[in-house]
Every structure is written in structure tokens, then in C-alpha cells.
């Protein structure tokens, strides 16, 4: 407690009572109990709390770090919590510990259950909660860094499962919240546990010149300061004039390397200058109202940054294509700045940020900083208007964990590009997004009608990949459609499930017309009253005997994917056509045939018969199937889906083509073809075999093949049918990397169709 309390002397004296009691009662009820590295556990709430005293938390959230674990790990119930410090302190420490707990309920009821679901069970329940109360994860993050900071008495798998896991998770999260300092120090020590050879060794080559860089940047300093302090302007404007020197992190310097395939000498801004600048305040006049002073204030913020700019850039010579402009347009988190790189008087390049204290608080303590100015109740309405929404959408569209955290970190934790529509509007993508994302992001309808797009007044295809400060124009035609296509280069999984959504119901509409066309030639065939037979009313009843639902459209939906025959809907409809004799051409029940690979026995129209298996879709028990009668060789049964089946049905006598279904009795297993689509990298292939071993499969053919950056690896098991084929795919596609898991048929090796993509 005493590290903390030189941190809360400004505050109220009801306040520190209140954290005082807060210690106290956490003290107690974590009496006796040790962390890992041997320390009273009492020593991790209070590191938690001085954490967020230094953010400039509010009482409440310093109150729930110091209680954080009371709950999870000690008799103490919520009740306790609210009744001693109230609902706000009980809803934060709740929203830190009922994750954890709902992760062991789960996985007591399913002991299966693996560590990467409870892993993502867990983070889902922290991003939700989150929606409701910002602090809660404000909290987390502040317990999540120290305990980054105490890492190395975990053994070294947890120490990497917890490094990727910061590095994935709570380091973009924190600099989506805009808290700089929290994510600088969560990057770099994630990078020393998950690179430890590279950590080190760029901690030495950056040691092995630290003086010499040192004594240039003391240099530039002086210069600096001198000729800031005896401008007149800025002596006018501006109370106080901060400049320092600043020190790039090891997480970026060694990213920016690899990204750019740039070498240490080439990172230009090892060493930045920073000037903070805290302008003066004006004096309000009694005619202004508080919007037109805050316009003022805000007006005089930027000039004197956009001042202080001229003045560096006419003491030192700056560097072409090297200035960024973070105050005009400021990063999606509210980042606000201005970056410029000049040469210092030693002649090395050094990068000088400028902003107002205003904007430094914001860069490095982002949300928190509105604690610190005392708006923290009006925040959660702000930042539910942004990317938090989305993640309240999210949690509605996605049900999987695992699915749900994948698309927050593609989403909302990537990188981001801002751009402009023509109107000036800005619009926060992620990296990588098209025109196609941005339009779907405007409005459904624009991404609908999109037919081409203008990016800075040029026309570009709607591939291409947007950047920072693009203006976008999307052009449309009322007789625009989506197209597939989109869905190779569309990012945002809000304009991939649009594009999708199009085409269902265009295939649904395809797919009620061909029923419907079905029936309606069966009927004319047998020379029966069309019109009447096909009202309304009369489809109601026959509907609701073969699917159980009144609507038409089922019926026709049963006919187009094969569920019912047209010969089972006009019988039902005209009870006189059971009377008469099948047709001379349909088959009897075929006798038994001596059983080869891929041979079995199914039902037919309710008829124990023997079948052959089509090789194109090579259906297993659990797929929808119809049977075929092949003139000579008996049935064969086919995936409902099936493009042979499908023609099968449209071109053949009806008759040939009749509803089956499987023999619950029927053993054995059956062989399939799968396709891995995955992202290449070195040990992909291995990765996935060992899946195989843990999950007791041997595989009865491998193949792996690479297209640009996508790998294929090709699989021949033997399953137990549908439900098992799913367990499988779901655990391959576990693997780092894997997009996709496609079953193919045997043959031709073709995809089989959309609806049967596993899930």
C-alpha cells in the first residue's frame, strides 16, 4: 500500500478512504495466500491498482484492481463487494471474475472441451462484458501488465501461451483504447518471451551505440528548447514548453524491421524529440457560449503545434515524404500528433512529434485520460457509438468463441486505415479493406449497387487496397449486383456476410422458381388442372402433411433440393393417382448384390435396397441423399447437393430418382477427401498431421501442394459419418493459419458445393 498511496494525494479525502478500505478488506481475504514467485498474493492487487492511480483511473476502478481476485479465489461473494463499495465497484470486479468461473463451469460440464475453447469462452466473456462498462477492461489490462511484468516465475508453455496471447489480444486492445504506455510495455515484454534470441540480441546492438546516439540527441535538445523558447509567438501562446527525448520501443523497431526488410541503420526514428506544449488558456467572454470557447481552445491547440512545426523545420532541414499529419487527421483510436523527420546538427536523422498536453494525455493514456478529466460518465455513451457497437453487433451474428474472438482480432484489433468519403466523412477500416468494404460500410444498398469506385479522383478496380487518407467515391447503378467475386478480396466480415446474404436469397428465389417448375410439369404431363391444383389453399394442406409447415415455399424448397419427388407432392394432392399402377419402366426393389468398397445398404422409399455409393460426392452417413436407379448396376446414391445429382434430377425421368435415406444399422466407416486451405508457413504440415495423432486418425493418403500463398493439403481418412467428419474438421482447423476445411469428391477432385463446406 505504501506504493500507492504517493499517488492519491491530490484526491479526495473520502476517496482515499475508500481505496484504504478497499486495501484492507482485500488484505484480509487474501490472508496467507502466495503467488508463484513466493510473494503475498496481496502484492499483485496493489501493483494492479498503482497501475491504474498512474492512468489516472477514477476511485471506483483503483477500488475493483484492488478487488479484482477477491471473488474467484476467496469466499468473498459480489454481494460482499456491492455492499461495502457499492454497484459501479461490484459491475467491474463482476465483469473480472464471472469470465473465469463460466470457463470452469463449462468446462466441468464438458470435459472434452479443449484449452483453446475455454481460452476463447473466456475472451469472449471479458469483450462483451466490456460493451457494458469501459473500466472493466481498462482493469484487466492493468492486471494483465503485471502480470506480464512478473512472468518469468510460470513455467516457459504458460510464459508463450500467455506472451501470444497478450500479443493478440491486450496489446491491441490497449492501443485500440489509445493507451499508449500500456501497449508499448505489453508489446515488449511479449516480444522477450516469444522471441527471446531476437530480444536479446537487438537489446545488444542497440546498447553497443546507446552513448554515441545519447550525445546527439543532448545536442539536438539544447537547439531544440532555444529556439522554441525565444519565439515570440510561443511565448505569447503558451504557458509551458516540454521537450524530451524519447527512446523507440524493441517491439517496434524489431517489427518495423521485418516488415520493411529494413536493416537497425535504416530505422530512422531510434531516437525521436517530443515537444508537448501546453497553450494558454483564453479568456472567456460572456457573449460566447461553451461550444464556440471549446472551438476556440481547440483552434488555438493546433496553431500553436502547426507553429512550433515551422520553427523546426526552419532550424533543421526535414526529410522529403517523411512528415505525418495525426492532428488534421487523427488515428482511429484518437491519436492526435504531428511526426516529422529532420536532419539534427550531427548529421543524423531524429523524428520530432509535437502536440499539445491535451493530446499527450489522450496518446498515452487514451480513454483513461477522460477520467482525468472528469467525463468518465458520458464516456460509455461515446464509445458506444464507434467500434464497441460493432462488437455488440458481433456478439449477435457470431455464436462459436473461437469464431467470435478471430473476427474482434481481424475486425476491430488489426491495423486500420482511415479514409475520406467525398463529403469530408471519415470511415475506419481495417487494413487491407477495398472499395468493397468501404462501400458495405456507408450502406448495404451502396455495396449492392456498387459497380466501380474513383479513389483521389482516379478509378481504381474494387480490389484494390485502400490507404490512409484516401477519398473514396463508390459508383452504382440502380442494376448493379454483387458479384462472387467480391468475396475473394472483400476484408470486413460485415461486407462478406452482405455479399453472402445477396446470394442466398438469390439462390433462394432461383431455388423457389425451379420447385415450382417442377410441379407445375409433372402436373401439365398427367394432363391435370394446373391452376387449380396449384392455388393457394391446396399447397397449404399438402404442405403442412409433407414438410409440417402451411407455407408453399417449403414445399417448393423440398422439391428443388430433392426432399420430396413431384410424383409424392401430386399424389398427395390428387389421392386418385394412388390408384394407379406404377409405370412399366420403374424398377422393383433390386435384389441383394454381392457388397463391394463403397457399397451398402439404404432405405428407398422406405425399402431396405442395396446401393452403390456415387464416387463425384462419395455421401456418408449423416449427408441428405437420393438414390438413383443406374440401368443394369441397381441404385446409387448420391448427396442431395450433388451437381450430378442436381442434373440428375432436371433431366431424368422422375421416376429414376427416388428420396433414401440411411440404414441406422449399417456399420462401418467411410472413406473422404479433404481439402485444408490454409495460409503457407514452415511447419503447417506437420501441425496438422499432429492433429491427426492426437485425435487417433491415420490418414490413408497425404498430399500438400502450394498456390501463391495458400497451401492445400489434401486428405484421405476414414470416418464415422457427418457428426464425426465435423469433430475432425473442427480440430484441424484449430491449427494456426488453416482458413478452411473442404470436403472434395473422389473423382474429380472438385469441390463439393457451398452448403456442404463443413462448419
Not at 85 to 107: H, Q, W
Not at 541 to 568: I, Q, S, W
Not at 625 to 639: D, E, F, L
Request: aromatic share 4%.
Amino acid at each position: 500500500m505504501e506504493a500507492l498511496r504517493p499517488l492519491l494525494s491530490e484526491r479526495s479525502a473520502r476517496d482515499q478512504a475508500t481505496i484504504e478500505a478497499a486495501y484492507e478488506f482485500a488484505r484480509q481475504a487474501h490472508e496467507g495466500v502466495l503467488r508463484k514467485s513466493g510473494e503475498p498474493y496481496i502484492t499483485h492487487p496493489v501493483a494492479v491498482a498503482v497501475i491504474l492511480a498512474e492512468l489516472g483511473m477514477d476511485t471506483d476502478s483503483i477500488a475493483a484492481g484492488l478487488l479484482h481476485d477477491t471473488v474467484e479465489d476467496t469466499p468473498v461473494t459480489l454481494d460482499d463487494i456491492e455492499k461495502h463499495f457499492g454497484p459501479d465497484v461490484r459491475r467491474i470486479v463482476e465483469g473480472e471474475t464471472k469470465v473465469s468461473k463460466l470457463a470452469k463451469v463449462a468446462k466441468a460440464q464438458n470435459p472434452d472441451r479443449s484449452l483453446s475453447d475455454e481460452q476463447s469462452e473466456n475472451m469472449r466473456k471479458l469483450l462483451i462484458a466490456m460493451t457494458s462498462d469501459i473500466r472493466i477492461i481498462i482493469v484487466k489490462l492493468a492486471d494483465r501488465l503485471h502480470n506480464m511484468r512478473t512472468l518469468d516465475s510460470m513455467q516457459p508453455v504458460k510464459q508463450q501461451r500467455i506472451a501470444r496471447e497478450t500479443m493478440e489480444i491486450f496489446a491491441p486492445l490497449a492501443h485500440r483504447l489509445g493507451i499508449g504506455q500500456v501497449k508499448w510495455e505489453l508489446e515488449d515484454l511479449s516480444f522477450r518471451y516469444l522471441e527471446p534470441d531476437a530480444y536479446i540480441e537487438l537489446q545488444a546492438r542497440l546498447r553497443t551505440r546507446q552513448e554515441e546516439r545519447i550525445l546527439h540527441i543532448r545536442t539536438a535538445l539544447q537547439e531544440m528548447r532555444e529556439a522554441l523558447g525565444e519565439d515570440l509567438e510561443l511565448e505569447e501562446w503558451v504557458d509551458d514548453i516540454n521537450v524530451s527525448g524519447r527512446s523507440k520501443h524493441l517491439w517496434s523497431i524489431y517489427s518495423k524491421m521485418q516488415k520493411e526488410g529494413k536493416a537497425l541503420e535504416q530505422i530512422f526514428d531510434l531516437l525521436a524529440i517530443r515537444v508537448i506544449l501546453t497553450p494558454k488558456a483564453l479568456q472567456a467572454r460572456a457573449q460566447t457560449d461553451a461550444k464556440r470557447q471549446e472551438r476556440a481552445e481547440e483552434v488555438r491547440e493546433k496553431r500553436v503545434c502547426y507553429h512550433s512545426l515551422s520553427i523546426v523545420h526552419s532550424l533543421w532541414t526535414p526529410i522529403p515524404g517523411r512528415f505525418k499529419d495525426y492532428i488534421a487527421v487523427p488515428k482511429p483510436n484518437g491519436y492526435q500528433s504531428l511526426h516529422t523527420t529532420v536532419i539534427s546538427p550531427s548529421g543524423q536523422p531524429v523524428e520530432v512529434q509535437i502536440r499539445s498536453r491535451r493530446m499527450h494525455e489522450v496518446a498515452e493514456y487514451g480513454v483513461a485520460a477522460h477520467w482525468l478529466y472528469k467525463q468518465g460518465e458520458k464516456l460509455g455513451e461515446q464509445q458506444r457509438e464507434g467500434w464497441l457497437q460493432r462488437l455488440q453487433q458481433l456478439q449477435h451474428e457470431i455464436l462459436d468463441a473461437s469464431d467470435f474472438v478471430d473476427a474482434v482480432k481481424e475486425d476491430l484489433l488489426g491495423g486500420r486505415v482511415v479514409v475520406f468519403t467525398p463529403k469530408g466523412d471519415t470511415r475506419d477500416l481495417p487494413s487491407a479493406s477495398t472499395p468493397i468494404d468501404f462501400a458495405y460500410n456507408v450502406h448495404s444498398r451502396i455495396g449492392d449497387t456498387a459497380v466501380g469506385a474513383k479513389v483521389n479522383g482516379s478509378i481504381v478496380p474494387l480490389s484494390y487496397q485502400l490507404q490512409n487518407g484516401d477519398m473514396v467515391e463508390i459508383v452504382t447503378s440502380k442494376n448493379g449486383t454483387p458479384s462472387k467475386d467480391w468475396l475473394s478480396f472483400a476484408v470486413t466480415r460485415s461486407a462478406r456476410t452482405k455479399i453472402r446474404h445477396h446470394f442466398r436469397v438469390e439462390e433462394r428465389a432461383e431455388a423457389l422458381e425451379h420447385g415450382h417448375d417442377l410441379l407445375e410439369r409433372y402436373l401439365r404431363k398427367r394432363n391435370l388442372p394446373v391452376r387449380q391444383l396449384m392455388r393457394t389453399k391446396s399447397l397449404e394442406d399438402v404442405a403442412d402433411r409433407l414438410t409440417g409447415n402451411r407455407n408453399p415455399d417449403d414445399l417448393y424448397l423440398a422439391l428443388h433440393a430433392g426432399k420430396l419427388t413431384t410424383g409424392m407432392v401430386a399424389r398427395t394432392l390428387v389421392p386418385e393417382l394412388n390408384q394407379e399402377k406404377p409405370p412399366q419402366a420403374r424398377p422393383r426393389p433390386l435384389p441383394p448384390t454381392p457388397r463391394s468398397d463403397g457399397d451398402g445398404k439404404v432405405y428407398v422409399e422406405g425399402v431396405l435396397s442395396q446401393a452403390k455409393k456415387g464416387m463425384c460426392c462419395n455421401p456418408i452417413p449423416g449427408d441428405q441423399i437420393m438414390a438413383y436407379v443406374t440401368r443394369g448396376r441397381g441404385y446409387t446414391i448420391h448427396r442431395i447437393d450433388c451437381p450430378n445429382m442436381v442434373r440428375l434430377l432436371k433431366d431424368e425421368p422422375e421416376d429414376r430418382c427416388r428420396p433414401a435415406s440411411w440404414n441406422p444399422g449399417e456399420p462401418g466407416h467411410s472413406a473422404v477427401n479433404l481439402d485444408v486451405v490454409a495460409a503457407d508457413r514452415s511447419g503447417l504440415l506437420a501441425d496438422v498431421l499432429a492433429v491427426l495423432v492426437v485425435q487417433k486418425r491415420s490418414p490413408l493418403k497425404v498430399e500438400a501442394a502450394v498456390r501463391g500463398q495458400t497451401a492445400h493439403i489434401l486428405l484421405r481418412l476414414e470416418v464415422g459419418g457427418q457428426m464425426d467428419l465435423s469433430r475432425l474438421a473442427d480440430a484441424i482447423r484449430s491449427v494456426e493459419g488453416v482458413r478452411d476445411v473442404l470436403r472434395v469428391g473422389n473423382k474429380s477432385g472438385r469441390a463439393i458445393p457451398t452448403e456442404a463446406r463443413l462448419r
